[in-house]
């Protein structure tokens, strides 16, 4: 069975990726990463290298 890779983005509440992590998903954060504030296309190539959905809020 996969596990489902997510990246949180920096405006959503971090304790999000905690959530994610306790239902078995695999999940970081934009913070613990050091990439906030870098611009979404940047943002989504990286997602794209790790194969994460990009979780935000628009």
């Known amino acids: 069975m ?3 890779k997510f990246k949180i983005d920096e405006n959503l509440p971090q ?3 905690d959530l994610l992590r306790a239902s078995g998903c ?3 954060t934009v913070w613990s990463e ?3 504030g870098v611009s ?3 943002l989504i190539e990286q997602c794209k290298r790790e ?3 990009l ?3 628009v």
Do not use: H, P
Request: aromatic share 10%.
């Open 2 to 4: 996969s596990t489902y």
């Open 15 to 17: 304790e999000l990726a």
């Open 26 to 28: 695999d999940a970081e």
């Open 34 to 36: 050091g990439m906030q």
């Open 40 to 42: 979404d296309a940047l």
């Open 51 to 53: 194969n994460r959905v």
């Open 55 to 57: 979780v935000r809020w």
